[in-house]
């Protein structure tokens, strides 16, 4: 029997729901794409009875979507949903290697985003997926694309009419800040390109900025500055991105150089704060100067 294909023994054991789950799920994974129609068309739908130890049709379907859509497998993806697979099934999973466990959600367009499969993105687009489903971190398709700084992925969302301007519920986080806070300064780029709001604050006070100069990313700061973010923006502790940028310790590199070299270029007068901490020996160690 030629790899990849069904014979007739395994075909009858396929049509009486023996084995179809690993079978279908490991062709998935493979990206097998004659494989899983094979096995599609060897086993319509079985009577279900009370206590089958087998999943369901259904079950199989909706499984095997996720994986498909995790391994950006397009073709696969788009013959399950041919087969009536849920296309905004969510799946949960275990973290790995923390001390505590944690379970997060992922339907087939957040692990399609995840991955960057562009062509994946496109045809749960095509077949009207929840863009606005959020994931155990209350991220949806747009913000996890922005922070993970998948700019393909990002650009087919927000052409598709995706929010650039969404706001996480319990946060007020915005795609741009979640984008500003990792460094992915063409995610802040294509954000801004396509509207992003330069003056949205947080639930905390703090705006993009803020969160850039936070976790140390000198290029996005300088992006962010040149685009005409307020610098001198205080969150609810009374910080500036100044401030955020020392207190974090960023003295190693140029970061806090680039963000009061803006300062200075920008002409903003210094606050009494800002006076304060510049007589500190932190911000001369941190500028190098």
């Not at 493979?30 to 259904?58: H, M």
């Not at 995790?70 to 073709?75: L, T």
């Not at 802040?188 to 947080?202: D, F, K, P, S, T």
Request: charge should be negative.
């Amino acid at each position: 029997m030629a790899t990849g294909s069904v014979d007739n023994k395994e075909c009858e054991q396929v049509k009486k729901g023996v084995n179809i789950e690993n079978r279908l799920l490991s062709a998935c994974e493979e990206g097998q794409t004659e494989l899983v129609k094979q096995l599609l068309t060897a086993n319509p739908e079985r009577e279900i009875k009370e206590g089958d130890p087998l999943p369901s049709r259904q079950d199989t379907l909706n499984k095997a979507l996720n994986i498909a859509a995790k391994g950006g497998h397009a073709q696969i993806v788009e013959t399950f949903l041919q087969y009536n697979a849920n296309i905004n099934v969510v799946e949960k999973y275990r973290s790995v290697g923390v001390p505590f466990v944690m379970y997060f959600r992922r339907t087939p367009l957040l692990w399609a985003v995840e991955g960057d499969h562009i062509e994946t993105i496109k045809i749960l687009l095509k077949w009207n997926a929840d863009t606005e489903y959020k994931d155990s971190e209350g991220l949806n398709a747009v913000a996890l694309a922005a922070k993970c700084g998948h700019i393909e992925s990002l650009t087919v969302l927000l052409e598709a009419g995706c929010s650039v301007n969404w706001v996480h519920s319990t946060t007020g986080r915005s795609p741009l800040s979640l984008a500003a806070e990792h460094g992915q300064t063409k995610s802040v780029a294509l954000l801004i390109q396509y509207g992003a709001n330069l003056e949205h604050l947080c639930n905390y006070g703090g705006n993009a900025l803020s969160y850039a100069a936070y976790g140390g990313h000198p290029e996005t700061v300088r992006f962010l500055l040149d685009a005409g973010v307020n610098l001198n923006c205080r969150d609810v502790n009374g910080n500036t991105s100044l401030m955020l940028a020392c207190q974090q310790g960023h003295s190693e590199t140029v970061k806090v150089s680039i963000l009061y070299t803006s300062f200075k270029l920008h002409g903003v007068p210094c606050s009494k704060d800002h006076s304060i901490l510049m007589r500190k020996p932190v911000f001369y160690d941190c500028c190098g100067l």
